[in-house]
């Protein structure tokens, strides 16, 4: 069975430092990979999105990620950090070779941002 | 466009009691997920409906069920609450699948005393 791993549970920067999370997923092949964030009491929003071609790829807020097939991980990174960005951010993949729609979420990272 | 409506937002039942929660999807969109989310177990994936048939479930017990209308719009029934239920129900919508992203909605609080 597919699942997907995200190492680290919380991560506190200070605003204006970079940003990566650590996104691994185990999977016989390259499914599809989702980055969504969650502001608290909110659903989830789309960040970005990785189907194929092009391994790193850029999402909405300044956010992009970058597919690595040899280590089976798809981090996400900003350049520089705003105390807005401070939420929940939850790595999912979903497999290209079923027909549904179901995603396989990581336990989340929750990101704090100090001023 | 509107997005992803869900009803109630928020719901307290008792246990033994059951719940209908609703989701209307993005207009077009023929695919509703259904998510639980629970901070022990995350976000686990309960059932897909596309064109009023399910495609998928997931491992929940039969008390959790769902149907999807013409209208694409869903609901999910919880019979028998137990307080393990309580959690946020997330709906996902998608125009259809493969490469096509979900819209979420905002979700609805169960809480079960």
């Known amino acids: 069975a597919q699942s997907v791993t995200q190492p680290d549970i919380h991560i506190t920067v200070s605003e204006g430092a970079s940003l990566e999370l650590r996104c691994n997923y185990s999977y016989g092949a390259t499914p599809y990979l989702f980055w969504y964030v969650q502001s608290p009491g909110q659903g989830l929003q789309l960040l970005l999105k990785?189907?194929?071609?092009?391994?790193l790829v850029q999402g909405i807020k300044g956010f992009e990620a970058e597919f690595k097939r040899s280590q089976s991980s798809f981090n996400l990174r900003k350049p520089s950090v705003h105390w807005s960005d401070a939420a929940e951010y939850f790595c999912a993949v979903r497999d290209i070779t079923e027909a549904g729609n179901m995603l396989t979420f990581g336990g989340g990272t929750r990101l704090m941002v100090k001023p | 466009k509107a997005g992803v409506t869900q009803t109630p937002r928020y719901l307290i039942k008792t246990r033994g009691q059951q719940v209908t929660l609703s989701c209307s999807p993005i207009s077009g969109h023929r695919s509703v997920s259904w998510y639980q989310q629970t901070p022990g177990q995350g976000l686990q994936f309960l059932f897909e409906y596309f064109s009023e048939t399910q495609r998928n479930k997931g491992n929940f017990p039969g008390r959790f069920s769902g149907r999807q209308f013409s209208n694409s719009r869903s609901e999910m029934n919880v019979s028998t609450l137990e307080l393990g239920d309580s959690a946020l129900y997330l709906c996902a919508s998608s125009f259809l699948t493969g490469k096509n992203e979900q819209f979420f909605g905002p979700g609805t609080r169960l809480t079960v005393l």
């Open positions: 990785y189907f194929s071609g092009d391994t």
